[in-house]
């Protein structure tokens, strides 16, 4: 059992969680493969530093393997397939789309908050394939200022729902993420939101490699 403390916005109050570990159920010859998504394409995002910052945590692990695919190097079109996703017939400049999303377990979906919502770019992503998606669990790290991104977070839950992927509970949410890291990239804070991070990937691993499990 970990025992955690929660802190409010000025870390002016402590309370102690307590927090039930995940079952260990990752064989060690067939572990989950994580595939990381850095949904923002803007130029001067913040994103890459977020990415950053938790690939080392996630490439540290031993109970998954992991990629990080950043969707500036995707030129997905908005959603003008002449058949639906769902009907798996993808056009050519969608295949190789399909393919990265096929070979991950699990996903881990680094995102800002733009207007309440999330990237325009993200959605496309999402949409373009459907079978892929389907029975594998979704995590988010989300980005911003008050909001920590958690309103992005809040509507890509129920688009994922539709794509037959399992949300997890725990998150990272950065509020004003920009004052969180020095400018070397650093947290100011890396045991407490390190800490979160663990705890995400705990929870998306074990639903990774259950689902992994009950797929085959």
């Known amino acids: 059992m970990t025992r955690i403390d929660s802190r409010c916005e000025h870390g002016a109050a402590a309370i102690e969680i307590d927090i039930l570990p995940f079952p260990p159920i990752v064989p060690e010859s067939n572990l989950p ?25 996630i490439e540290a692990r031993e109970d998954l393997t992991a990629e990080l695919v950043d969707l500036r190097d995707w030129k997905l079109p908005y959603y003008d397939q002449p058949k639906v996703p769902m009907a798996g017939e993808y056009e050519k400049d969608v295949l190789p789309w399909a393919q990265v999303v096929g070979r991950g377990d699990g996903f881990v979906i680094v995102t800002p908050e733009y207007n309440y919502g999330y990237p325009a770019v993200l959605k496309s992503s999402l949409d373009a394939v459907y079978a892929e998606w389907n029975r594998k669990p979704v995590a988010f790290v989300s980005y911003g200022g008050w909001g920590a991104g958690v309103r992005a977070v809040e509507q890509l839950r129920q688009v994922v729902v539709e794509l ?3 949300s997890t509970r725990g998150g990272v ?23 979160a991070a663990t705890r995400m990937l705990d929870e998306l691993v074990w639903w990774a490699a259950a689902l992994k499990a009950a797929r085959q």
């Open 173 to 195: 949410n950065l509020q004003f993420a920009r004052r969180l890291f020095d400018e070397d990239g650093n947290l100011h804070d890396p045991e407490f939101y390190g800490g």
């Open 164 to 166: 037959q992927m399992a």
């Open 33 to 57: 493969h994580v595939v990381v998504v850095l949904a923002s394409t803007r130029q001067g995002r913040f994103g890459e530093t977020v990415a950053r910052w938790l690939m080392p945590i």
